[in-house]
Nanobody, 121 residues
Framework: VQLQASGGGLVQAGGSLRLSCAASGRTVSSYHMGWFRQAPGKEREFVAA????????YYADSVKGRFSASRDNAKNTVYLQLNSLKPEDTAVYYC???????????????WGQGTLVTVSS
């Protein structure tokens, strides 16, 4: 499966963005999906995960209550809604696909190219 993340941009603190991850080559419904991010000078970290059906979601403590993962399997697309953004949310955001639901990066076999989110103070 090929993944294409989009929707990043420059936003002021307190603002919102919606990231999209479009899949091709295989239906996204075959995979649990994760979102990760990498801030400048830092290691990539887990942000959110959503099960195949969308019934289950998991979030990093740092984004819980502000970010929301969802999916539209009919459109072969997964979303990450980012609300109440903070400057520390500035990072390249990646979507990834896994056959198991997990927060562990090493278990994700397929990765998108990333989309940059910049939050100004």
């Amino acid at each position: 499966v090929q993944l294409q993340a989009s929707g990043g941009g420059l936003v002021q603190a307190g603002g919102s963005l919606r990231l999209s991850c479009a899949a091709s080559g295989r239906t996204v419904s075959s995979y649990h999906m994760g979102w990760f991010r990498q801030a400048p000078g830092k290691e990539r970290e887990f942000v959110a995960a959503i099960s195949r059906s969308g019934d289950y979601t998991y979030y990093a403590d740092s984004v819980k209550g502000r970010f929301s993962a969802s999916r539209d399997n009919a459109k072969n697309t997964v979303y990450l809604q980012l609300n109440s953004l903070k400057p520390e949310d500035t990072a390249v955001y990646y979507c990834a696909a896994s056959i198991i639901i997990t927060t562990a990066q090493r278990m994700y076999n397929y990765w998108g190219q990333g989309t940059l989110v910049t939050v100004s103070s």
